[in-house]
């Protein structure tokens, strides 16, 4: 019998009196939102169950990624599933409120953009009722939990799961075994995620791979009091799925990274294998109804394991079994830099997996075939190999066995064509498509900005924007609106105030809400040059100190990143912006006009609330690194205007809602190129008394890095290059004048209250194209071919 939304409660009552002895209305916000959240996935199960058996009988897509940043999910689950405001109402007769579970912790299954859009991706699938599941791994710790410790980041484990994992259920019933070679092998068992439509209509799912023993205790071992050795195969095979992105500066970091990558792979191969034989009972029509998401280069392993399995399991020869296998998959490329493009030494892949590695040499002696045969010039083939030397590249092999291979921007899916894959692309052009990224506007303004939605219905009319952002086109009309801009605007500054009471509140930090709120938050990575905002604001300080800049409108400089932990110049230009910070803080003359806040353990939630109360969104990556950002969609979607370089998705925002209503600056991809044989920032160091001094900060005492050298390494690596890299290679003293500039232009334009506000609200109301739904269409109809 269904449950109905007035039993939720009830059912919640029962299960905290089963499960902790207690009335909910004496439990911990954990514990309560467990009970809750086991009650709702009882409302929900019906439906979830039907939409899976409906999937069987239809072609469908799956998508595999190293990473699913999902976040907290009770807030965006209650919203799809209409159920807010009958929970709080609820929560309330028992004296309690939603807003304790800000105290939940996020399930921290990503890192940054690329699982945050993984996330996206499947939200706007169900919403839209387009038959595509997620595979990942269900990590214990995820990333880290980040603090800010005199300035530098420390990393602590992560237990997000520490207090239950009520969104999830464990299908041992489903568990398979992955083999490492010929002995070593681990239990892959599955737990499943509901992924929830706007209004619950169509429920996907997520299932997460967690690894376990297949002997969980070694009795023998242990009775002869070896004690590490009794769980030594449990440790084993629980690191797989301990930690995201382990360190693999050491040759058994590579070992662990691609154990990884293989374990879910596989164990995602055969299940997808076992539900389609389940139904169908042969793989006869598997390609015609299977369509396979590679999200990045780390599941690409999946291309010889398919393999495998259907030439050891299923009885194909090998060219059949590679048919197949170029017929459902797909690769997405996220990236322009060689670096990033995955490759793996023969010794590692043939260790983890070796009949793999001799699939590999096949499908490269295929591929040497193929290019002949296709008349693709001599010279391009050595480039084009999947194994060179000892080196497998795992990007050729994505390429060479995928139906179609995207990229994320317009821009991106140029350059991609043009130059870091121009040879592939001359070969097989016609599997080449861009597919810009998008947002889910179910969380990134509907759950996050409820006070703006609100504003949003009204004017239309309805909410039907939530499954349709294109509306929000119609709000133009209100751009010279002054009632509305100010109503706008007042919506703005409570956002500010919310932020502002929860910066206080988590980071014991005051900010005034008043403020302009200039806001930038990413993963840290030198392209998307965290320093060069630091330095950018270091100029700012010299210049108001020293009389030049006047009348500066009050701002507050926002950062919010993670750096891996095995990246230490990342690590020591977090310790930089902190250094600036203090330096500002101290300052009586400038620190009325400059707050620099760097927030610990920024993720989704944090971003939730930053993305809403920002006045500026800062995107200022290299012309032609980032391959899209959807920080930037966020920010739009919410009414900021964009202070960044024509780069990645950028490019498509300010075409959208105009350069004029934007702040564009830096060097474009085109003068990037031109200039980079030529490129000398000791010049422009040694000609440019700014630069000089904010550079010199670095060592000459101004600032500190805690004795470590850090900040030498920095201005080495600016001033000299590296073993690895030019100097400055990624141009920030070239772009420095550039961006001080727009930045001071934008501080000047922001007076005008008005004006400025009707910038803000035209990028929100041509922020429609960047909804998630528009690319997951796009895939479901040109890629997946799905229906």
């Not at 070679?181 to 929830?196: C, F, L, N, S």
């Not at 076992?274 to 793989?283: A, E, I, Q």
């Not at 050595?382 to 821009?411: D, E, W």
């Not at 991809?669 to 900060?697: G, S």
Request: proline share 3%; charged share 30%.
């Amino acid at each position: 019998m269904k449950m109905e939304k007035s039993e939720i409660m009830n059912r919640a009552k029962e299960i905290a009196a089963a499960h902790y002895c207690r009335p909910l209305s004496e439990l911990t916000a954990q514990e309560v939102h467990y009970a809750l959240s086991q009650s709702v996935m009882a409302y929900l199960a019906d439906n979830w169950n039907a939409c899976r058996t409906e999937r069987t009988e239809k072609r469908r897509a799956y998508y595999l990624s190293a990473e699913f940043l999902v976040g907290r999910l009770v807030y965006n689950n209650l919203l799809c599933l209409g159920l807010t405001e009958t929970v709080e109402e609820q929560l309330k007769k028992e004296g309690l409120s939603l807003s304790m579970f800000e105290d939940v912790e996020d399930t921290a299954l990503g890192n940054g953009g690329l699982g945050r859009l993984a996330a996206c991706f499947l939200d706007s699938a169900a919403s839209l009722g387009i038959p595509l599941d997620g595979y990942g791994i269900r990590y214990k710790y995820g990333i880290f939990r980040q603090t800010i410790e005199n300035g530098f980041q420390k990393e602590y484990a992560d237990d997000w799961s520490r207090f239950g994992d009520p969104w999830s259920v464990r299908r041992i019933d489903e568990a398979v075994t992955v083999r490492f070679g010929k002995k070593d092998a681990v239990r892959a068992v599955p737990y499943d995620m509901p992924v929830i439509g706007w209004e619950g209509k169509s429920i996907g799912t997520l299932r997460l791979w967690q690894a376990e023993p297949m002997e969980e205790f070694d009795f023998v071992k242990f009775n002869d009091q070896n004690y590490d050795e009794a769980v030594a195969e449990k440790n084993r095979a629980e690191d797989i799925s301990r930690v995201l992105y382990p360190n693999d500066s050491t040759r058994e970091g590579k070992l662990l990274r691609l154990r990884q990558q293989y374990f879910f792979s596989s164990a995602s191969l055969q299940d997808m294998i076992r539900r389609y034989k389940r139904t169908h009972g042969t793989l006869d029509r598997f390609a015609d109804m299977t369509s396979i998401q590679l999200n990045d280069t780390h599941p690409v392993i999946s291309i010889p394991e398919l393999i495998r399995l259907l030439t050891e399991n299923e009885g194909y020869d090998f060219d059949s079994a590679f048919e197949i296998a170029r017929a459902v998959f797909n690769y997405t490329n996220h990236t322009v830099m060689q670096e990033a493009l995955e490759k793996w030494e023969v010794d590692i892949v043939s260790e983890i997996a070796p009949a793999c590695m001799r699939i590999i040499k096949k499908i490269d002696t295929k591929l040497s075939r193929e290019l002949a045969s296709r008349r693709v010039p001599t010279a391009s083939r050595p480039t084009m190999k999947i194994v060179q030397g000892t080196t497998v590249h795992m990007a050729n092999l994505a390429v060479f066995c995928s139906r179609y291979i995207n990229g994320v921007a317009a821009l991106h899916t140029k350059i991609l064509m043009d130059s870091v894959l121009s040879d592939w692309y001359k070969a097989y052009p016609e599997r080449f498509q861009n597919k810009t990224n998008g947002i889910t506007q179910r969380r990134w303004l509907a759950l996050c900005n409820p006070e703006l939605s609100a504003l949003i219905t009204e004017l239309l009319g309805d909410d039907k924007w939530v499954t349709d952002l294109d509306r929000l086109k119609a709000l133009e009309k209100y751009a010279d609106d002054e009632a509305i801009l100010r109503r706008f605007m007042d919506i703005k500054s409570e956002k500010r105030s919310q932020l502002a009471d929860f910066v206080k509140a988590h980071d014991g930090v005051d900010i005034d809400p008043d403020w302009i709120f200039d806001i930038q938050i990413k993963r840290l990575h030198e392209y998307k040059r965290q320093l060069l905002n630091a330095f950018s604001i270091l100029g700012l300080y010299f210049l108001i100190k020293d009389g030049v800049v006047k009348d500066f409108t009050p701002t507050v400089f926002l950062f919010g990143a993670k750096s891996a932990p095995g990246y230490a110049r990342a690590k020591g230009i977090i310790k930089f912006i902190n250094e600036v910070a203090k330096l500002i803080e101290a300052d009586p003359e400038v620190s009325p006009y400059i707050k620099v806040v760097f927030v610990q353990n920024y993720n989704v939630s944090y971003a939730e609330k930053l993305v809403a109360a920002a006045d500026v969104s800062v995107q200022i990556s290299t012309a032609g690194t980032e391959a899209s950002g959807t920080g930037n969609m966020k920010f739009m979607l919410n009414g900021a205007v964009t202070l960044g370089t024509y780069d990645g998705a950028n490019v498509e925002i300010v075409e959208e809602a105009g350069e004029e209503n934007n702040y564009i600056f830096g060097a474009r991809v085109e003068e990037i190129e031109a200039i980079k044989p030529i490129y000398d920032p000791k010049k422009l160091y040694n000609e440019d008394e700014l630069i000089r001094r904010v550079v010199d900060t670095l060592t000459d005492g101004t600032l500190s890095d805690g004795r470590t050298k850090a900040f030498r390494e920095l201005k080495s690596a600016l001033l000299k290059g590296a073993s690895w890299h030019q100097p400055d290679h990624y141009f920030l003293l070239h772009d420095f004048r550039s961006f001080i500039d727009a930045r001071l232009r934008l501080n000047k334009e922001y007076n005008d209250r008005l004006a400025f506000a009707r910038k803000c609200w035209l990028n929100m109301c041509n922020a429609g194209k960047f909804s998630s739904d528009r690319t997951i269409k796009q895939y479901a109809s040109e890629i997946w071919h799905t229906h």
